[in-house]
């Protein structure tokens, strides 16, 4: 049973840096791509990052730059770093196997404050 559970979100003024982390477990963290979602009020759920198996990334084009997606295979944790944040990356963050559903679970709440 894949369990993902998601930490390190805040409230930062705009310019700020968090990290978020993402501990799995119930799966083979090591073989699985893994995905960073984003889910803001009023706004569909968003790809933001992805981390594949052999270490290549993707970023949508609102966080390429600022984001970095990383990930720790001796203590099955993904991380986001995000830098130069910005009031538009105010969402509800979420981590997601590559393929599984994006936008569900605890996710946890960023705040950027202009």
């Known amino acids: 049973q894949v369990n993902l559970v998601e930490s390190g979100g805040g409230s930062v003024q705009a310019g700020g840096s968090l990290r978020l982390s993402c501990t799995a477990s119930?799966?083979?963290?090591?073989?699985?791509?893994m995905d960073w979602y984003r889910e803001a009020p009023g706004n569909e759920c968003e790809l933001v990052s992805t981390i594949s198996s052999d270490g290549s990334t993707y970023y949508a084009d609102s966080v390429k730059g600022r984001f970095t997606i990383s990930r720790d295979m001796t203590k099955n944790t993904l991380y986001l770093h995000m830098n130069s944040l910005k009031p538009e990356d105010t969402a509800v963050y979420y981590c997601a196997t590559n393929g599984g559903v994006g936008c569900w679970g605890q996710g946890t709440q960023v705040t950027v404050s202009s």
């Open positions: 119930g799966f083979t963290f090591d073989d699985t791509d």
